[in-house]
């Protein structure tokens, strides 16, 4: 995890979640898919730090496929709109605790209320494993996230 992020955690509770959204686990073959969203999501962002999109497939194989820390398959999911990929979350156990690896929504999707609705999901599903907490870090400048997690009641350490 980079230094200068701002790690924050939660203390899980079950989460109210609107059931517009139909909400898929993530499979192996969704790696490119999913890459080329989270792509689309970060360019012309403070996220964005002249990654090519090799650089996210490989970013996003090395969470699928647990080579970064035990991806939990059971609390990650995507969301898609006409068969295609518009919002995903990616949860790794990371240091003792779910980390949400990877949280991204396409660029035309963003402010629609999907990246609250899959991390409502994925908290329900990780009391469901039986899981207290999640973390995550985030870049300072990213104020639209910060003030996602915030809302849900994610709290800095």
Do not use: W
Not at 16 to 25: C, M, V
């Amino acid at each position: 995890m980079s230094s200068n992020k701002i790690k924050m955690t939660y203390r899980l509770k079950h989460q109210a979640i609107e059931e517009i959204y139909e909400f898929q686990k993530i499979e192996i073959e969704d790696i490119t898919k999913l890459s080329i969203v989270m792509l689309d999501s970060i360019k012309g962002t403070c996220e964005y730090v002249g990654e090519t999109l090799k650089d996210i497939v490989e970013e996003i194989d090395s969470v699928v496929s647990g080579s970064f820390a035990p991806y939990i398959f059971d609390a990650s999911y995507q969301i898609k709109q006409k068969d295609q990929i518009v919002a995903a979350i990616m949860i790794s156990f990371y240091e003792g605790y779910p980390l949400i690896s990877e949280i991204f929504t396409k660029k035309q999707n963003q402010g629609s209320g999907m990246a609250a609705s899959l991390i409502k999901k994925s908290v329900n599903s990780l009391l469901e494993i039986g899981y207290k907490e999640l973390t995550l870090n985030v870049e300072p400048r990213n104020t639209a996230a910060l003030n996602l997690y915030e809302k849900i009641g994610f709290e800095k350490e």
